[in-house]
């Protein structure tokens, strides 16, 4: 009985991931879009929890992308979404 199947890869070797794809905008431009689109907005602009949440943490992404402006916009933005959350109640 052979211990490696053909065309199977070793289960223990380094996982070959694609690259990350390159932004299309600047994280600071992104940043300021959806900060900007969620001052204007008097609800939530995505259809659940789950899609705000993964909004919040392509934020939180780019903010670390973009530095010390990029966390403030985060942080402006995490309080624009909790002034929607509560609008919502």
């Known amino acids: 009985m052979t211990r490696v199947a053909y065309r199977h890869d070793d289960l223990f070797a380094p996982a070959r991931y694609p690259a990350a794809p390159i932004p299309e905008t600047e994280p600071l431009t992104e940043l300021q879009e959806m900060l900007a689109m969620l001052r204007t907005a008097d609800v939530l602009p995505w259809?659940?929890?789950?899609?705000?949440?993964?909004?919040?943490?392509?934020?939180?992404?780019?903010?670390?992308?973009?530095?010390?402006q990029g966390a403030e916009l985060a942080a402006a933005i995490l309080d624009q979404t909790e002034r929607l959350l509560a609008a919502t109640d």
Do not use: V
Request: glycine residues 10%; proline residues 5%.
């Open 47 to 68: 259809p659940d929890a789950a899609a705000t949440m993964a909004q919040e943490r392509r934020a939180l992404g780019l903010a670390k992308l973009a530095g010390e």
